[in-house]
């Protein structure tokens, strides 16, 4: 297997590129002349929104990637203060991710799974927010992953039992930033934009 970046001969200028050899001949008809085919697949680039919801602070995080290597575009948070009306709280939401889909015109969108708290109030609230980042996503046709919490942990650090505080490093390391993201939602959410890639990197190709 031969990996070739820019500029190499018997791969593209401008993307990275996977090259294996496939058939070995002779050309002319008694020439010593040897012609190595290959085939080629181009590593498609995408750019992948990840998605924290909560009802409070919904965090997200957006990055462009070519096969494993990603780069950090943007990230952020869209806060509700708890004094307005809740469901003015959720069309805050929804308004505010629009715009952040309408600007960096993502292609492809992550989410963690939501998961089951002893706080129920907690838990519907975080439930309302995520109703309404989905539907965001279904009007601007952008197709969701959704992951669980260990799948992120163990796509971002290699181990299913990181703390926060050690996804929030990896996550730092792995956008080569200077300081880890924060809040911890815009963390999260770039976490699980990360986790997309690496779980998905090998269907990004054009043949």
Known sequence: MIVRKKRKRGCGKNSLELCSP???????AGSSFLVTLYNVKKMQKRRVIGIDPGLAHTGFGIIDAIGNNIRLVSYGVIETPSTEEHGTRLLAIYNRLIAVLMEFKPEQAAMEE??????????LSVAEAKGVVTMCLSQQALPLCMYRPNQIKYAVTGTKTADKKTVEQYVKILLNLEVEPKPDHAADALAA????????AEKNYIL
Do not use: D, E
């Open 22 to 28: 496939r058939v070995l001949w002779r050309v002319p």
């Open 114 to 123: 939501l998961y089951f708290a002893r706080n129920v109030s907690s838990a």
């Open 193 to 200: 934009a990360i986790t997309h890639v690496f779980s998905t």
